[in-house]
């Protein structure tokens, strides 16, 4: 059985720092939940509340309907997967996959059972005899994921479990926890500062930053329409283009634009076109299309092997990307350094922002 958790007004402070203000969330049963942010942005600070290893001074936690603030660690039903796996050197993967249950005086042959079927679950089988030391980083990342689902727990907590993996081996092994999340359908909570990370994996993600849940919600949700500066820079990459409102329209670099997304602006009128890469195009002339058009000066091609990136300068000095791919190689003659170009875009692509 896994469990829903809401939290209302969670609250933690050390001395004057802030470090979760006023924290309200609502996680399904089953989902696959994620809290990204910077350092020092709280995601931490909530998962340990979450767990119970730091007391919020304020707020109410529940595990469906029970209330959890006051709630020892060890009675939470939870299992925690630590950045540092925080596996026992001196014991072999078996009696650290074991180790819950003995803490919780599961018989010895049932022991075996529940370790036998961990380690199939995340494919280690035969491996039970293994020092931790003699295990590769993946391996030891699966040792503490098979430790903390040995025991069936309601909630799944983990703590940037994939940091110390190499890039090749942390996106196999996002596949791999996703995988198990499928499998195990238990109510999962991970903290990553990988916006990548989170993008690949959370049915839903609430960015964070000061404490503070700055927006929530699906991966697609996040990318397609960020609401504020921040989360647009956090999420993936985008170009912010300074805006004016004027009248019922929004000005650019001098020239009239359509939006068809949000638009927030400072009493001002004030704001910042956001627009991603990639739903830029380079044209050649005006071809009659209901887009936005732009004048801009390229002065930097980059080849990546799977796109081809392009820094051009607006009217305004305002820098912008435009990634193409490698099928578009003619952009690398088309936009030679110092070049005026033709950029275009959907206004169903734009979603307008604060400045600050």
Request: proline share 4%.
């Amino acid at each position: 059985m896994t469990q829903s958790i809401s939290m209302r007004g969670m609250r933690k402070s050390y001395g004057s720092v802030v470090a979760l203000d006023n924290i309200d969330l609502d996680i399904g049963d089953g989902e696959f939940f994620t809290l990204l942010g910077p350092s020092g942005s709280g995601k931490t600070t909530l998962l340990m509340a979450i767990a119970g290893f730091i007391r919020a001074d304020a707020g109410s936690l529940k595990f469906g309907a029970t209330e959890m603030i006051r709630m020892p660690p060890h009675r939470r039903d939870v299992g925690v997967v630590f950045q540092n796996y925080a596996l026992f050197p001196h014991m072999d993967v078996a009696e650290n996959i074991a180790y819950p249950l003995k803490l919780r005086r599961v018989p010895a042959a049932e022991r075996r059972v529940k370790v036998d079927e961990a380690l199939k679950l995340v494919r280690l089988d035969g491996l039970g005899h293994r020092r931790v030391q003699e295990l590769s980083g993946g391996q030891r990342q699966r040792v503490a994921l098979a430790r903390a689902v040995v025991f069936a727990p309601k909630v799944l907590l983990m703590d940037e479990p994939l940091s110390a993996l190499d890039k090749n081996l942390r996106e196999q092994m996002q596949v791999e926890l996703k995988r198990l999340h499928h499998s195990l359908k238990m109510t999962t909570v991970y903290v990553t500062h990988d916006q990548g990370e989170a993008m690949a994996m959370s049915d839903r993600v609430a960015v964070m930053d000061n404490g503070r849940i700055m927006q929530m919600g699906t991966p697609r949700d996040l990318y397609e329409t960020p609401q504020s500066r921040f989360v647009a820079n956090f999420i993936g990459q985008s170009n912010l283009i300074p805006v004016n409102v004027e009248g019922a329209g929004i000005v650019a670099a001098g020239t009239n634009l359509r939006v068809g997304g949000g638009i927030d602006t400072d009493p001002s009128g004030r704001g910042l076109l956001v627009i991603r890469p990639e739903r830029i195009q380079i044209v050649r002339g005006d071809d009659g299309s209901d887009l936005n058009r732009l004048s801009a000066t390229a002065h930097e091609v980059i080849y990546r092997g799977d796109e081809l990136t392009v820094y051009a300068m607006l009217a305004d000095g305002t820098e912008i990307s435009i990634r193409c791919g490698v099928h578009h190689r003619a952009m690398e003659e088309i936009c030679k350094s110092g070049e005026r170009i033709d950029i275009a875009f959907h206004p169903e692509d734009c979603v307008i922002v604060k400045p600050t």
